[in-house]
């Protein structure tokens, strides 16, 4: 029975030790575990940075937004008082604008007003120049023949807007234009300026022409000397006859056949003179018929 208790206690410790050193040394499947999760640790930072890589390329194959195309808009009427100030509080509601362009009036009429007691100034057209131009064309389709404004108390509520969208127009066009209609204007100046010049020339040189005469006649009077007096001889036209004698004349025939050739020319004369006549009565009986 000793030697039985003696045992039991031996294998005791043996087991006890044997669980120590498993408890000391790590498993075989924790240090699997580990393994697995530093692979994955390792693998989720690769991953990451393909997933940036592939961010970047995708931003970069995206198409940039859309550039806004300008578009201008051409006005008809533009009613008295309204200056660009108005016309872009009305018109930035529907869309933001760029530049605004009023044609002012002629001088011709600004000088008539001026005269007339008036100093106001007012436009005949303008252009309008949208950021947008899909925004421009809704514009023009929509407040073209509309009142320009609702209010009743506003000095343009009863003006229609006369709008109408330029394709393929753009700001260079419009300069271009107001830039040649002022070298045509001042060329039209110059031309109007120097043909001024050439009649007063003339007219101060046939002056001095006229006084010079006038004082050669006086010592020609004073000296005792006949002033002969210029006058103006004007030709008429021959007749007929003057033509007919003319050239029998460079054909070199006698006065007798002269006078038989008018004599001939008479007859003839008298001839229809009297089918004239003739014709006449024919026409005035038949409508005295009917």
Wanted: proline content about 3%; overall charge positive.
């Amino acid at each position: 029975m000793a030697l039985l208790e003696k045992n039991d206690v031996a294998r005791e410790l043996e087991t006890q030790i044997m669980a120590s050193e498993d408890l000391n040394d790590p498993k075989p499947d924790e240090e699997e575990n580990a393994d697995q999760e530093m692979t994955c640790e390792d693998g989720n930072d690769d991953g990451g940075a393909l997933e940036a890589e592939t961010n970047e390329e995708d931003e970069l194959e995206k198409p940039q937004a859309k550039k806004l195309l300008p578009g201008i808009v051409y006005i008809g009427h533009i009613p008295p008082r309204m200056r660009p100030k108005h016309m872009r509080n009305m018109l930035s509601v529907y869309g933001e604008i760029g530049r605004i362009f009023l044609q002012p009036e002629d001088r011709c009429v600004k000088n008539k007003k001026k005269k007339a007691g008036s100093r106001s100034s007012s436009f005949t057209e303008g252009w309008v120049e949208f950021r947008d131009k899909r925004i421009a064309k809704r514009v023009a389709t929509s407040l073209h023949n509309t009142p320009m404004t609702n209010r009743k108390r506003s000095r343009f509520s009863s003006d229609l807007w006369s709008i109408k969208y330029l394709h393929r127009f753009h700001w260079c066009h419009l300069s271009e234009r107001l830039a040649y209609e002022q070298t045509v204007y001042h060329q039209r100046m110059r031309t109007e300026i120097s043909q001024a010049k050439k009649e007063t020339n003339f007219y101060l040189a046939s002056v001095e022409k006229s006084q010079n005469l006038e004082k050669l006649k006086k010592k020609k009077e004073k000296k005792g000397e006949v002033v002969e007096e210029k006058t103006w001889d004007y030709k008429q036209r021959p007749t007929e006859e003057e033509i007919h004698l003319k050239r029998f004349k460079n054909k070199g025939m006698s006065k007798k056949n002269l006078q038989k050739a008018q004599e001939k020319s008479k007859t003839i004369q008298d001839k229809a003179q009297s089918n004239v006549s003739l014709l006449a009565k024919i026409f005035s009986s038949g409508k005295a018929q009917d």
